[in-house]
Structures are given as structure tokens and as C-alpha cells.
């Protein structure tokens, strides 16, 4: 775990450099998106020359998106329950040998467009591997509190190749074809790959055994649906992503058809973006600073109808490139925004899958609107195209009036290690279960109003983190006596849940602490469950050796 540092280092846009692992990591991930840019310029323009239909051309940025609306949600279930650096170098090493075989295909001759389709799938099926690891392991490289800054130099570094990335693919296209662009992305991931190999980061050791596959991706969905903050990410993530992935997937109509360009001015507009893009992430910290979150995410989607909308009425590459500098810039701004929003509202031992769901969320609304949005191309046009994708926009800057996003609030989620596992007398197993709690609170007549407000925050925080069965209820003959009541499948779901718990989340249980009046603190039972059918082995008290 990195200590926290003094506030003015905090503040500074820059102070992630100041970690190592970070500036080694940073540099390697400018290299391996380098490459991946000019493999993208290749792909989309390679499809423009094979493909028979728009919908081909289209379907290129629904490809390169498809995986990580598919596999995020396990990629961040593997991000939480293995170490980060392990999955971040098999994704690494796969995509390598998968831009390799791409590299040898398109060097025989061998392409299709489906070929092609099946090639960008996989290449970002690694990506989708990686990402949640790679987002979550920010955490472990930087403290918490230069989460944001960090976040917003990652945006930087990927917008800083995008910015002339585009650009030389183009060159590289036109001059040696899309086999070298292919090539120059197999040989990007090596840096990358050397740096993971060498970081040995300090890992918090395990003492509870790791939760399956379907029990940790079930987790991050449950705490999702508990966390009405995160669920407004993901709805304005999606709309955004459906709307303003229309410019990416058209893009290489836009040059071939609208402005009559060739490969080098796809990769000039794609360049132009990434400038863009670069501002964008030079002023997020700042607007985050001068701008409520849903401020900036209503100015992204707007700045962005006006992207769509230019595109679709210049003829002119140079205006074009001008609207695509302003969109670029509010593409990183929105997504860099909800990417520090949920990271900064989640807890690191859910972390990787929160992440995930928002890329799920999306991704998968980038991957939808490039299919619909190729279909209305083919249809109709790309200027219509376009053109419907802006109001879409608008429609999605509309939707805060109903959704806001949250306010910027730092909160402590760090784990809160209050809970120590109490002495039984029984001889449970880990397994053993299920597990039924009762803690019993007296509360005077004139609390219960304000004790029933904050019980209904901890039963959503008891659900979130794994609680079945919640329930309040009150003595009919006492009734200042209440009782809390939940179950776990087992005894070590019950300690896990417990672990979860942050100093966040305490703030609400001292509350209740302090509308309790009775003389002793609230009385905890902890009981495991037991059918009464004859030939059930019971769990036995523990023997003197035991104690």
C-alpha cells in the first residue's frame, strides 16, 4: 500500500511522475499505444479497400469495442481475485502473438474482411483482458489521492500517440502497406512486457481463501446495483458512448467519401482528434476544479453534438480536423471524468469489477452505436449519419436534467480493519454455513425516525457487500428493542463481508452506535443454521484442546 504524501504534492497534475513504477509504466504504455494506433489506421483503412459494404467499414470500430463489452465483467473478476501484474502480462503476451499472426495473414494475402473482423476481435479481447488490471493497479502505483491525476496522465499518454499516432499509420500505410503497420504493433508490446516482468509490486497478503469466478463477478454486480452513484456513471458512460462513437466509426468514410481524401487524411483527422484529445486531458484536472461533474459531462456531450454535426456538412478536411480537435478534447474530459468518478467512489477490493462494468457499460454502447450508426451510413448516407448521431448527443447532455452525476466528494475507502473474528465454540469449517446475524439495538421513541433513515443506508451497505436476507424489525412487546437481521452462505463469506468494510461505511455505523440506548453496546448473535431432518451431521463443540 503507498503512503499518502503532503497535500501540495497531491494537488499537482504532474506528481505521479514522482513514482517509479508509474513514469516506467506510463512510457511503456505511450510505446504499446503507439503501436496500437497504427495497427488501428491499418485496419480501418485496409477494410475501406477489401470491404464490399459500409457496414464492413463500420463494423472495424464495433470489433475493436465488441470484447470489452463481452469479457470486461470476468477480466474484472480476474483483476481482483489474481495479481494484476500476472493477467496484465498474459494479456500482453497474447496480443503480441495474435498482431504477429495478423502481421504474417496480411503479408500472404491472406486477408477477408472477416479475417480482418476476427483478427481486431481478439487483438482487443487482450485489451479487455488488460484493461481492468491495468486500471486498478493505478491504485497500487500511485496513493489515492493522486488517483485523478494519474488517471488524467494515462488519458494525456494515450491522446499524446493519438495526437500523431493516426498520422504516421497513414504514412506508413501509404508508403509500405498495412502488413508494416501490422508489424510495428507486434513489436510495441515488448517494452511493455519487459517493464511488468520487472515491477514486483508489494501485495497485501490473503488469509481467506479466493472467491470463485462466478461468486467475485456476482459480487461486483451486486455492489454496482447497491451503489446509486455508480449506476448514474454507467447509464451517462452508455448514452455517451453510443452517441459519440459515431465519429471514430465513421471517420474513415468522412475522409474516403465526404472529403475525398486517401489513408494520410484519415490519419490527419485521426491526428487532429488526438491533439484534442491532448488538450482535453491537459485541462480535466482543472475543470475538475472550476466545474461540478455534471457540468463537464453536459459540456462534453455538447462539444461533441457540434463535432458530429461539422463533420457531416464540411467538405473540407482542414474544417473537418478543426470540429475533430474540439471533439477530441470532450471525448477524453467525459470519459476521463466517469473513469475518476467510479474509481474514486469504490473500494479496492471491488475495484477491477466496478471498473469493468462501467467499461462494460460503455463500450458496449460505443460497440451498439457504431453497428446502428454503419447501418444508417449504408442506408442514408454518412452526413445523415452523423447528423442523427449529434442530436443523439444533445439528447444524452438532456438526460442529466433526470440523472445528474454525483458531486466531487474524496471519500476514505480504504479498508476499515475493525473487525476482529470472534471466539467459537463450535468447530466450523470455512465452508460451514449458513450463517444468520441478529444485533439488537434499543432505541428511545423519539430516534426511531432518524434510527430508520440511517438503518435503511446500512442495510443497502449490508447488501452491497454481500448480506442476504436483510431485514429490521421491532419487538411487538419491547418495542424499543430492534432487530438487525442478515445471513451469509458461510462462515467465510460472513469474515469477508465484514473485511469489506470501509471508514466511509463507518461513518454510518457510529451513528447508529450512538442513537443506542441501552446500557451495553448493541448485542450481536451469531448463529449457524441447521435443518431438522434425521441423519444431519451437526457441527460438534470444539474439545478442550480447541480452547
Known amino acids: 500500500m503507498i503512503d499518502d504524501e503532503p497535500e501540495s504534492e497531491r494537488v499537482s497534475a504532474l506528481?505521479?511522475?514522482?513514482?517509479?513504477?508509474?513514469?516506467?509504466?506510463?512510457?511503456?504504455?505511450?510505446?504499446?499505444?503507439?503501436?496500437?494506433?497504427?495497427?488501428?489506421?491499418?485496419?480501418?483503412?485496409?477494410?475501406?479497400?477489401?470491404?464490399?459494404?459500409?457496414?464492413?467499414?463500420?463494423?472495424v470500430q464495433a470489433s475493436t469495442t465488441l470484447p470489452i463489452m463481452l469479457f470486461a465483467l470476468v477480466a474484472g473478476a480476474i483483476a481482483d481475485s489474481f495479481n494484476r501484474r500476472k493477467v496484465m502480462l498474459v494479456a500482453?503476451?497474447?496480443?503480441?502473438?495474435?498482431?504477429?499472426?495478423?502481421?504474417?495473414?496480411?503479408?500472404?494475402?491472406w486477408m477477408t474482411p472477416w479475417t480482418l473482423l476476427?483478427?481486431?476481435?481478439?487483438?482487443?479481447?487482450?485489451?479487455?483482458?488488460?484493461?481492468?488490471?491495468?486500471?486498478?493497479?493505478?491504485?497500487?502505483?500511485?496513493?489515492?489521492?493522486?488517483?485523478p491525476a494519474a488517471v488524467a496522465l494515462n488519458s494525456l499518454g494515450f491522446n499524446i500517440t493519438r495526437s500523431v499516432g493516426p498520422a504516421i499509420g497513414g504514412v506508413i500505410v501509404a508508403a509500405a502497406g498495412a502488413a508494416a503497420a501490422f508489424a510495428a504493433n507486434a513489436i510495441s508490446y515488448i517494452g511493455l512486457i519487459v517493464v511488468l516482468a520487472r515491477w514486483k509490486p508489494a501485495l497485501p497478503e490473503q488469509t481467506l481463501p479466493r472467491e470463485s469466478l462466478g461468486a467475485a463477478m456476482g459480487a461486483g454486480l451486486r455492489y454496482v446495483a447497491m451503489s446509486p452513484n455508480i449506476a448514474k456513471v454507467l447509464v451517462r458512460g452508455s448514452a455517451f458512448g453510443f452517441s459519440?462513437?459515431?465519429?471514430?466509426?465513421?471517420?474513415?468514410?468522412?475522409?474516403?467519401?465526404?472529403?475525398?481524401?486517401?489513408?494520410?487524411?484519415?490519419?490527419?483527422?485521426?491526428?487532429?482528434?488526438?491533439?484534442?484529445?491532448?488538450?482535453?486531458?491537459?485541462?480535466?484536472?482543472?475543470?475538475?476544479?472550476?466545474?461540478?461533474?455534471?457540468?463537464?459531462?453536459?459540456?462534453?456531450?455538447?462539444?461533441?453534438?457540434?463535432?458530429?454535426?461539422?463533420?457531416?456538412?464540411?467538405?473540407?478536411?482542414w474544417q473537418t480536423s478543426?470540429?475533430?480537435?474540439?471533439?477530441?478534447?470532450?471525448?477524453?474530459?467525459?470519459?476521463?471524468?466517469?473513469?475518476?468518478?467510479?474509481?474514486?467512489?469504490?473500494?479496492?477490493?471491488?475495484?477491477?469489477?466496478?471498473?469493468?462494468?462501467?467499461q462494460t457499460a460503455?463500450?458496449?454502447?460505443?460497440?451498439?452505436?457504431?453497428?446502428?450508426?454503419?447501418v444508417v451510413a449504408d442506408a442514408h448516407g454518412a452526413e445523415i449519419a452523423l447528423i442523427a448521431a449529434a442530436v443523439a448527443m444533445l439528447a444524452g447532455a438532456a438526460i442529466g436534467f433526470f440523472l445528474p452525476l454525483p458531486k466531487q466528494t474524496v471519500l476514505n475507502l480504504d479498508p476499515l480493519n475493525r473487525f476482529k473474528e470472534p471466539m467459537l465454540s463450535l468447530d466450523l469449517k470455512p465452508r460451514s454455513g449458513p450463517i444468520a446475524i441478529m444485533i439488537e439495538y434499543i432505541i428511545r421513541e423519539q430516534d426511531v425516525p432518524e434510527f430508520l433513515a440511517t438503518m435503511a443506508e446500512r442495510g443497502r451497505i449490508r447488501r452491497r457487500d454481500g448480506a442476504r436476507n436483510w431485514t429490521l424489525a421491532r419487538d411487538l412487546e419491547n418495542p424499543s428493542v430492534w432487530i438487525e437481521h442478515y445471513h451469509t452462505p458461510t462462515w467465510v463469506e460472513y469474515i469477508r463481508h465484514n473485511r469489506?468494510?470501509?471508514?466511509?461505511?463507518?461513518?454510518?455505523g457510529e451513528r447508529i452506535r450512538a442513537l443506542h440506548s441501552g446500557e451495553n453496546p448493541p448485542r450481536v448473535r451469531r448463529m449457524i443454521e441447521r435443518p431438522t431432518t434425521a441423519g444431519t451431521t451437526l457441527v460438534s463443540p470444539k474439545g478442550p484442546i480447541d480452547h
Not at 504477429?100 to 495473414?105: V, Y
Not at 468522412?254 to 491526428?271: C, E, H, N, P, S
Request: charged share 10%; hydrophobic share 55%; aromatic share 10%.
Open 15 to 59: 506528481a505521479p511522475f514522482r513514482h517509479g513504477i508509474f513514469r516506467a509504466v506510463w512510457a511503456a504504455s505511450l510505446v504499446s499505444n503507439f503501436g496500437g494506433l497504427i495497427q488501428g489506421v491499418g485496419a480501418a483503412w485496409m477494410m475501406t479497400t477489401i470491404a464490399t459494404s459500409s457496414y464492413q467499414v463500420a463494423l
Open 92 to 109: 500482453q503476451t497474447f496480443m503480441l502473438v495474435v498482431s504477429a499472426l495478423l502481421t504474417l495473414f496480411t503479408w500472404q494475402g
Open 118 to 147: 476476427a483478427f481486431t476481435f481478439l487483438i482487443d479481447s487482450g485489451t479487455a483482458l488488460n484493461s481492468p488490471s491495468w486500471q486498478a493497479s493505478v491504485g497500487d502505483m500511485v496513493p489515492r489521492a493522486k488517483v
Open 244 to 317: 459519440a462513437g459515431a465519429v471514430l466509426a465513421l471517420l474513415p468514410l468522412v475522409a474516403r467519401d465526404v472529403v475525398k481524401g486517401d489513408a494520410l487524411t484519415y490519419g490527419i483527422m485521426l491526428g487532429a482528434f488526438g491533439i484534442g484529445a491532448v488538450g482535453g486531458a491537459l485541462i480535466s484536472v482543472r475543470l475538475r476544479q472550476l466545474l461540478s461533474s455534471e457540468a463537464m459531462v453536459r459540456m462534453a456531450f455538447c462539444g461533441f453534438a457540434l463535432c458530429a454535426f461539422n463533420a457531416a456538412v464540411s467538405h473540407n478536411a
Open 322 to 358: 478543426a470540429g475533430l480537435l474540439i471533439g477530441g478534447a470532450c471525448w477524453v474530459i467525459a470519459l476521463s471524468h466517469f473513469n475518476v468518478t467510479v474509481q474514486m467512489s469504490t473500494p479496492r477490493w471491488v475495484v477491477g469489477r466496478v471498473l469493468s462494468i462501467y
Open 362 to 374: 460503455t463500450f458496449g454502447g460505443i460497440a451498439l452505436g457504431s453497428w446502428i450508426w454503419g
Open 500 to 508: 469489506r468494510a470501509t471508514h466511509a461505511d463507518a461513518v454510518v
